[in-house]
DNA sequence: TCCTGATGGGTAC
DNA sequence: TACCCCTCAGGAT
């Protein structure tokens, strides 16, 4: 679930259920206790993501906001939204948002709409003053989905990076601070459409190239915002246009080389490569990226 | 019922 | 590079 793209849905459907709302905060059974206790009764001002961080701001003006809430999901963590009763606890770190004034914080109901949102084993969830949510804002690199005139999303300090660096392309589009919102999927399967190998080091890839890149990824991760999953096969690979069944996995999306380790290659039909490179599984086609 | 791995990242060595 | 964080679906048993 997490890349870029689930965060920016999450900060838009933060601001659908609550923006504006007095909010039950609680963190049942969690470590957040003392965090949920000093956000109980703030309305939501506002909510936005940068890459895989979400900030979400409490109070009556996101722009000085009484409280600011960092949430990362990191590897496992999850959201839930629904309406009704809330779903009992479970696990260690949880926090969770409802509307309605008949709840005291820790029943699991719902409140008179019964709107609610759960979270469960984020890496992060943590208050944070405008100087710490700065300091990461400054570490990350360019968000391509952010708008283009938003200097964060500005990618011509990715460009000069990768340009100058002798470290593989592949690592480079994971590395957050080059470019944040990317993940092990969309890294995967840019390279492949871009027919990029993916040792290469990033001052080997040509200007062409990283336009052709960043262009891409700034489509299909909008792609992914829009749609929720992570598609990237082009029109005439679908499984309909081949004839072929669609792909049975966990994350739902059509794909030409995630986690397709020994698979034909839906172009070539050369088996899919996979190997652990800095400490992550990447997959290519050795034929369709052989430069 | 148990075991493994996963779309992430901070930290220690 | 290794480990840790700590969730959960899917496969193995």
């Known amino acids: 679930m997490p890349e870029g793209h689930t965060i920016h849905r999450l900060a838009a459907a933060c601001i659908d259920h609550f923006a504006g709302r007095k909010l039950l905060v609680s963190s049942p059974q969690g470590r957040f206790g003392q965090g949920a206790a000093r956000l109980d009764g703030l309305p939501l001002a506002g909510a936005d993501a940068h890459g895989k961080h979400l900030f979400l701001r409490f109070g009556t003006d996101p722009d000085e906001p009484v409280h600011r809430l960092h949430i990362h ?22 926090l969770r948002l409802a509307t309605g004034e008949a709840v005291a914080t820790d029943t699991t109901a719902a409140g008179d709409d019964g709107r609610w949102m759960d979270l469960r084993g984020p890496t992060a969830c943590e208050l944070l003053d405008p100087a710490e949510e700065a300091a990461i804002h400054a570490r990350l690199g360019a968000d391509p989905l952010l708008p283009p005139d938003d200097p964060r999303a500005d990618p011509e300090p990715a460009r000069r990076r990768i ?29 492949f459409r871009q027919g990029i190998e993916p040792h290469r080091p990033g001052r080997d890839v040509t200007a062409e190239e990283w336009e052709r890149v960043w262009a891409d990824l700034r489509a299909l991760m909008a792609e992914g915002v829009r749609t929720g999953r992570i598609d990237t096969v082009r029109p005439e690979h679908t499984p309909e246009a081949m004839g ?21 290659c839906l172009i070539c039909g050369t088996p899919v490569a996979t190997e652990s490179h800095a400490a992550r599984n990447l997959f290519w086609c050795p034929t369709c990226q052989a430069r």
Not at 246 to 261: L, Q, W
């Open 73 to 94: 999901l990191g590897l496992y963590g999850k959201v839930t939204f629904g309406t009704g009763p809330v779903p009992p606890p479970t696990g260690q770190i949880r």
């Open 244 to 264: 072929r069944p669609p792909r049975v996995d966990d994350h739902g999306g059509e794909v030409y080389v995630y986690r397709r380790a020994g698979m034909p």
């Open 163 to 191: 340009a100058h660096s002798r470290t593989t392309i592949a690592a480079l589009l994971m590395d957050q601070s080059v470019i944040a919102g990317a993940g092990n999927v969309y890294r995967a399967e840019v390279l």
